[in-house]
């Protein structure tokens, strides 16, 4: 068993911790000068006082889904300028295998010094797991989202009716497999929320997602287009791909992700550990931007601006009116069935959307146990203490005049899921022996 300190987590990648604390919060009203700027929204920036961020740049990365809003609303709407930070760019990212690549190089080699990226990936970067058997030192710096993936299926198999229980297809998969067929399903990438849900939608129905069918990882924006070629039997990812696969006649929702694990977490905001750790004044200042963003994009009174926004060529280049009926809680699921005022709508502030619960990142590791990837010996809770940046988020809460917003605990307490299991934070030990998951 390997513990993880801050410190050992950073020399273990060859990369110096630095001491230098965050300093107080507060920040004086006399100390912001008001700016003014196309698209910006109140924006001020840092003048001469002890908490100026340290460099007025980073280059953070994205993939084109709705989860990423919060980063490009934050760069549209002038809140990086808000804080100082007029030179942050933000970069879109053709799949999360590039901003993985990004983001092992960082921005001195030409990479990337943080951004949107899966959950799950964080700590697959901090342990080497995907990077090339190198630690990458990374922070969880805010959780972008809640909700906002789903399960989808092609047309043909409307007469099937699947909905939470995958069951019917599974006479399907054993007719395919009976012709010498390859039975095909897409994630946007391994050991993400995306795979383990398609898996426990699988698994309910009794079919195996290891014998049954080939997992295969694409990028989202690949989806539909693959779904429509007839080369998979069903995808899950976020949206807007969903959507789009309805209004396109291509295929239908057989779940929003939402109604397997309401609430549950998903995307992140990250930093490479080094880039923080020598600039802490600007990751808060471009912390407590995102955390701004994230405010702005869940009221509902932005949403039709927002969906303009990111229908913008250099975002998601997704037409408005595919992602707006889903990001309001109206969800056609293209099947006949149609929900308005979905609880399982994204959540990108509310219901503490944005603070990064470790009892959630603890929930991934587990997971990743449960399916075989990682020991059951593993010590989770010294690697999750190095890596989420819990405290960071609680700074920034409080600078942008949000302390009230901040959780009494780092753990939500029990959750439920579809499938009758619960997982507990103060004894995951539970969970992990009342799985059903095949190990490998």
Not at 192 to 201: E, I, K
Request: aromatic residues 10%; hydrophobic residues 40%.
């Amino acid at each position: 068993m390997v513990a993880f300190s801050r410190r050992q987590f950073l020399t273990a990648a060859g990369s110096a911790l630095t001491a230098k604390a965050l300093s107080s919060c507060s920040t004086p009203s006399s100390a912001l000068r008001q700016t003014t700027g196309t698209g910006a929204s109140a924006q001020a920036y840092y003048v001469g006082h002890s908490d100026t961020p340290e460099t007025t740049t980073a280059k953070l990365g994205f993939l084109s889904v709705v989860s990423g809003a919060p980063l490009i609303i934050a760069k549209a709407k002038g809140f990086f300028d808000k804080y100082g930070m007029p030179d942050v760019r933000v970069l879109k990212q053709a799949s999360w295998a590039t901003l993985r690549d990004q983001l092992v190089l960082g921005s001195g080699d030409g990479g990337l010094d943080g951004g949107h990226i899966l959950s799950s990936m964080v700590y697959l970067l901090a342990t080497g797991e995907i990077s090339f058997k190198r630690p990458i030192p990374v922070y969880l710096l805010a959780r972008l989202n809640l909700n906002g993936q789903g399960i989808s299926v092609p047309n043909t198999y409307q007469n099937l009716k699947l909905g939470l229980d995958s069951t019917p297809l599974k006479s399907i998969i054993a007719q395919k497999k009976s012709l010498g067929e390859t039975v095909r399903c897409a994630v946007p990438f391994p050991r993400c929320t995306a795979d383990f849900f398609l898996r426990w939608w699988l698994e309910k129905g009794g079919i195996d997602p290891y014998r049954d069918i080939s997992l295969v990882t694409m990028p989202p924006p690949q989806m539909v287009a693959n779904m429509r070629a007839g080369s998979m039997e069903a995808f899950s990812c976020v949206d807007p791909w969903h959507q789009r696969l309805v209004k396109q006649g291509v295929g239908y929702s057989t779940v929003t992700t939402g109604e397997l694990w309401n609430n549950h977490p998903e995307k992140a905001f990250i930093g490479r550990a080094d880039w923080v750790d020598k600039y802490p004044n600007a990751a808060r200042a471009m912390l407590a931007a995102v955390l701004e963003a994230q405010i702005w994009c869940d009221q509902p009174e932005n949403k039709e601006e927002m969906v303009k926004i990111l229908a913008e060529r250099q975002w998601l280049d997704v037409p408005a009116n595919v992602m707006l009926d889903r990001l309001q809680g109206k969800f056609d699921y293209g099947n006949g069935r149609v929900v308005t005022n979905s609880p399982h709508v994204v959540k990108y502030w509310r219901d503490n959307a944005s603070y990064p619960y470790k009892s959630h990142d603890l929930w991934f590791l587990i997971e990743d146990m449960r399916w075989g990837y990682r020991s059951p010996d593993f010590d989770a809770k010294s690697l999750i203490d190095a890596v989420n940046r819990e405290d960071l988020w609680r700074e920034a809460a409080t600078l942008i005049g949000q302390k009230d917003a901040i959780p009494s605990s780092t753990s939500r307490g029990i959750e439920k899921f579809f499938n009758g299991l619960e997982f507990d934070p103060e004894n995951p030990q539970i969970y992990l022996n009342s799985s059903k998951a095949i190990s490998l």
